[in-house]
């Protein structure tokens, strides 16, 4: 009986640590657009606005300069694409400053029946490129987050999306994961989470209006138009350089 126990903890303990993400070393980036730090796997591949020329990155995302990298990063309102060598999935930060951030500044700020009725209507927001299938309410230490999951596709190709989204100091804020090969694993969600949770928000922005409720679109109208503009921006991104990044990793 003894011995029977001690071998079904070790099964557990098997199970739980093969899926735990390898979290130990980090690098901390700064985004100063964002007013944040974010720490990301020192293993994986990573790129950001300000990528210098030598980084071996460049050339393993499938980019010549780091004018191309930058160039595709702002056109799709990206600030950092980080993913394992093995190019199974990659995570993309997006933010976009949107009219609607001058009146709803801050998802906190929503009260609870609100995020219901935000979540609610971003599920009907499916279209031939999004299709949400999931949806969760997730409090990080200083931001409210909205973990939405989906299936994206541009046409040609299909990657499915776990998605933490936020509004604060009046910027709409996505941390979002594609996974290339099938929806994403639990070791890929939990080094998202890890990911998300290394967030410190530096700065916090005074609210530039008053009051808070004004007329017109809804708070909750104002979250979907920012939350429709963050989730399909990054799957240019994410998909048009994932061919060859495989490509030079089979190498």
Known sequence: ????????????TFIVLSILPAFATTTSYTLDELNMTIDVPKEFATLTRNVKEDDPN??????????????LLKAHNGYL??????GAYGILVTMKVEDNGKKLFDLNL??????????????????K????????IYQHKQAKFIIFRGLLNDG????YLTQYFTIYNGQTISINLYSYTG?????????Q?????????????????????VTGKSNVDMAIVGLEVVAIGGIFFAISKIKARKKNVEK
């Open 1 to 12: 009986m003894k011995k029977t126990l001690i071998a079904t903890c070790m099964a557990v």
């Open 58 to 71: 460049i050339k393993l995302f499938g980019f010549k300069t780091p004018r191309e990298v930058n160039d």
């Open 81 to 86: 694409n980080t993913s394992p060598k093995n």
């Open 110 to 127: 929503l009260t609870n029946k609100e995020l219901d009725q935000t979540i609610k209507k971003a599920t009907k927001l499916n279209s």
């Open 129 to 136: 490129q999004i299709k949400y299938t999931s949806n969760e």
């Open 156 to 159: 040609s190709n299909q990657s």
């Open 183 to 191: 929806p994403a694993t639990p070791e890929a969600e939990l080094q």
């Open 193 to 213: 989470k890890e990911i998300v949770d290394s967030i410190i928000f530096t700065k916090k922005v005074k609210r530039p209006f008053s009051p808070f409720r």
